[in-house]
């Protein structure tokens, strides 16, 4: 009954064995070596090319890389690329909180926010004096994915996407936005503090007239000495070789079965399988009932008051299935179960079997 491997959490995520196995082979030659020599710098450039092969980058589009993951990611934008003023969508823990950076930058003035019910997305449109849009493509929190596209009516302002939870796994058109940034955690089964970002020519520019304006960034958050590094294959500081290491492990497997295509399509299977069980069952059901935004990387499930999810995810923790829990701060009676290209689609499968089993025990 059980899945052949039992991580299912939405970030950390599950990586490879393959991928931990090939790392310990360079443990003599790469780990524990300089970043700024050729052993880690080709294993940089091997990183930024899969990215760009991987996301399909447009011509002129770069990969730009840094320290910090996605969190500190938010503290350089808005230093680096937000000029005066943003506009963005709110729709969860994560979306909220590059809100709040930008609202607390003494620079900035007070950003433009469309606020959505968990569950649901508010509309993209064209605001009137802001410089940069702001918008996950992938929800985290609440299982809500977005289009990656630009605002009709607005053509000059840059389009910033955050990634973390959608980079690998779902479909999209990069020139649709300017800044496609994420950390490597989740379907690019990596761990965390890195982020990586595709870049366009316009958000370059955009880096590069605020660097030489004059204003004061500190240097773990300057996008300008990210973007020189990046060129150069390597980070401004001491990047974790194991998080670049198993990043690339990943891109490559994911690439060299077919590219995003290949990747999306194996999520897909998991969330036809994990959404259809729900909507099958008289006691759990899809969060997110507008099926348009359900996401398919990371899948919420709610349960009616018969049983509780805490209990469903304790009793699966115990036989070895992890990291089902609903985010800790929806406060909801529900399962969050990630569905990234590295989890086997029947490993979904024998998930939901596993919570039916559960289920009839605790309710009988």
Known sequence: MLPSDGRFGSGPSKFRPAAAQALADRAVDYLGTSHRKAGVRRVVAQLKTGIADLLGAPDGYEVVMGNGGATAFWDAASFGLIERRSHHLSLGEFSSKFVAVTASAPHLDEPSVRVGDFGTCPPLEATDGVDA???????????????????AGDDEALVLVDATSAAGGLRFDPSGCDVYYFAPQKALSSDGGLWIALMSPAA?????RLSASGRWTPAFLDLKLAVDNSRKD??????????VFLTVSQVDWLNGNGGLE????????????LYGWAEASDIASPFVTDTAIRSRVVGTIDFDDR??????????RANGIVDTD?????GR??????????????????????????IERLIT
């Open 234 to 243: 390597q980070t401004y500081n001491t990047p974790a070789l194991a998080t």
């Open 333 to 358: 009676n529900q399962l969050r179960i990630g569905m990234f290209p590295a989890v086997e689609p029947s490993d979904i499968e024998a998930l939901t079997t596993c919570i039916d089993h559960i």
């Open 133 to 151: 849009y702001c918008y996950p493509h992938n929800e985290t929190s609440t299982g809500v994915m977005l289009e990656v596209r630009r605002p």
């Open 326 to 330: 609903g985010y800790r701060k929806l």
């Open 204 to 208: 370059i520019e955009r880096i590069e």
């Open 307 to 316: 049983v509780s999810a805490d209990d469903i995810s304790a009793a699966l």
């Open 262 to 273: 290949w990747a999306a399509g194996r999520s897909d299977r998991s969330a036809d399988i």
